[in-house]
């Protein structure tokens, strides 16, 4: 049964979505919007596209089951699954949404996520009218098993890769990542975030002692994303400290003392070149 739902002006101006839907040329919008309709009070619904079809996009001749996929694989939706059947959830719900009291509590279980952005095939013991809905007969527990989009996965190797492991795959970082893989592949860009290990400037060794490490700015263009594997495929020297350039200083006046003495000019002092590492 469809229901009344909010949507708000920054709907429109969801970037991310956006450019999901360009990607996947399916109209990811407006069928999002219109999912809203068939969620409970919570945001859960039953994965069955044909009849979800019917009540977001009756007209439309597409098929729905990649609809949802799409909106899945891009983080918008949770499919999970119990007692042998598919259900589906909105993480975002209630941050957007408004539920009137009156609306009847959710019967549907809930996904165990544990955080996870989109996931499938997942036991979840969920509630129903304020109480725990129990499956009928034994109980066998089962590890959720993760099926994340390409910009989840990327995400997740640039926390790992540089040590951000609360760091939060925002709306805007969201958008970022999807924009580079309109022109690299996930492989690339896992590479060239990987890259920037390897310049000692966006480490840290620079005047301002500042490690540079943000994914925004690994991402922001295809000149710091070519950087980046250029970094991974040829790293850069490491830049030498100022004790290092006057030991070869150092080292440079002591050889020309040698080349001096056995010339006979007598050139060179073994103190004041000393004096160098002071």
């Not at 939706?77 to 941050?95: R, T």
């Not at 165990?112 to 034994?138: F, P």
């Not at 795959?169 to 890259?195: F, H, M, N």
Request: aromatic share 8%; with cysteine.
């Amino acid at each position: 049964m469809a229901r009344i739902r909010t949507i708000k002006p920054d709907f429109f101006r969801h970037e991310a979505l956006y450019e999901a839907e360009r990607k996947t040329r399916l109209p990811l919008r407006l069928a999002f919007a219109g999912l809203w309709t068939a969620c409970d009070r919570v945001g859960r619904f039953r994965w069955q596209p044909r009849v979800l079809k019917l009540d977001v996009l009756p007209f439309d001749e597409l098929d729905f089951e990649k609809v949802l996929a799409a909106l899945r694989d891009h983080g918008f939706l949770v499919q999970y699954e119990y007692a042998g059947e598919q259900f589906g959830h909105i993480p975002s719900w209630g941050k957007h949404q408004h539920i009137n009291q009156r609306e009847a509590d959710s019967v549907l279980p809930a996904p165990d996520l544990e955080g996870s952005i989109t996931c499938v095939h997942v036991h979840a013991r969920g509630e129903g009218k304020g109480r725990e809905v129990e499956r009928k007969g034994k109980e066998t527990d089962v590890e959720p098993k993760l099926d994340v989009g390409p910009a989840d996965r990327i995400f997740a190797y640039w926390q790992r890769e540089h040590r951000h492991p609360d760091a939060k795959l925002t709306t805007d970082r969201r958008a970022i990542i999807l924009r580079a893989l309109k022109d690299y592949s996930e492989a690339q860009l896992c590479e060239s975030i990987g890259g920037y290990r390897n310049s000692p400037h966006h480490m840290g060794q620079n005047e301002r002692r500042t490690v540079y490490d943000g994914i925004e700015l690994f991402l922001r263009d295809a000149k710091r994303i070519d950087a980046g594997l250029q970094f991974a495929r040829a790293p850069p020297l490491a830049a030498k400290s100022a004790v290092e350039l006057a030991r070869e200083r150092l080292r440079g006046v002591s050889n020309g003392r040698v080349v001096s003495e056995q010339s006979g000019t007598g050139e060179g002092s073994m103190g004041q070149a000393a004096g160098l590492l002071r």
